[in-house]
T-cell receptor, first 115, second 111 residues
Framework: AQTVTQSQPEMSVQEAETVTLSCTYDTSENNYYLFWYKQPPSRQMILVIRQEAYKQQNATENRFSVNFQKAAKSFSLKISDSQLGDTAMYFCAFPGRGSQGNLIFGKGTKLSVKP | DTGVSQNPRHKITKRGQNVTFRCDPISEHNRLYWYRQTLGQGPEFLTYFQNEAQLEKSRLLSDRFSAERPKGSFSTLEIQRTEQGDSAMYLC?????????FGPGTRLTVT
């Protein structure tokens, strides 16, 4: 079965510091996308960053970057210079096998950025 | 681009009643997805449309659940004879490719 595991239910970080959220997954597919979504309290889910599995270069979006290890099936998210607005649930996700895009999500990591 | 919208945002209903939620996707998106999210969990896939065709349904979608997308634009999700276990956030997402854009969700509370 295809699964996504986020082993850190909660994390906290001081403002301006760096934090890494971990994600591992299991799939037999070779070409796929991986996503990190952010869900702020009582607000809608938005895409933070995505990685194409066939690209070796790690994706970067401003303060957000990933460490993608395809062989290890690991996809961690690094947030640099953390800001109070980064406080949210973070979900790792990837498309299910043979699907037309419906995503399989991890259980999420609740990140709190402290002033 | 006004984003994905969902109505209502909150719904409280008594057990046994029927409820219907609406999702309006981003206008040019041909794919539409429904997910359910319970407290402390990630979203779980329920069903998927490409244009008006319902192409995939999860085993989570019991016989009490039905979804439609009659003209390939907005979609409705109906739950008949609601149960307390149906209490959750129901999320809609749309896409035209690999990226899914989510709506704000409808929070259902069954009392």
């Amino acid at each position: 079965a295809q699964t996504v595991t986020q082993s850190q239910p909660e994390m906290s970080v001081q403002e301006a510091e760096t934090v890494t959220l971990s994600c591992t997954y299991d799939t037999s597919e070779n070409n796929y996308y991986l996503f990190w979504y952010k869900q702020p309290p009582s607000r809608q889910m938005i895409l933070v960053i995505r990685q194409e599995a066939y690209k070796q270069q790690n994706a970067t979006e401003n303060r957000f970057s990933v460490n993608f290890q395809k062989a290890a099936k690991s996809f961690s998210l690094k947030i640099s210079d953390s800001q109070l607005g980064d406080t949210a649930m973070y979900f790792c996700a990837f498309p299910g096998r043979g699907s037309q895009g419906n995503l399989i999500f991890g259980k999420g990591t609740k990140l709190s950025v402290k002033p | 681009d006004t984003g994905v919208s969902q109505n209502p945002r909150h719904k409280i209903t008594k057990r046994g009643q029927n409820v219907t939620f609406r999702c309006d996707p981003i206008s040019e998106h041909n794919r539409l997805y429904w997910y359910r999210q319970t407290l402390g969990q990630g979203p779980e896939f329920l069903t998927y449309f490409q244009n008006e065709a319902q192409l995939e349904k999860s085993r989570l979608l019991s016989d009490r659940f039905s979804a439609e997308r009659p003209k390939g634009s907005f979609s409705t999700l109906e739950i008949q004879r609601t149960e307390q276990g149906d209490s959750a956030m129901y999320l809609c997402a749309s896409s035209s490719g690999q990226l899914e854009y989510f709506g704000p969700g409808t929070r259902l509370t069954v009392t």
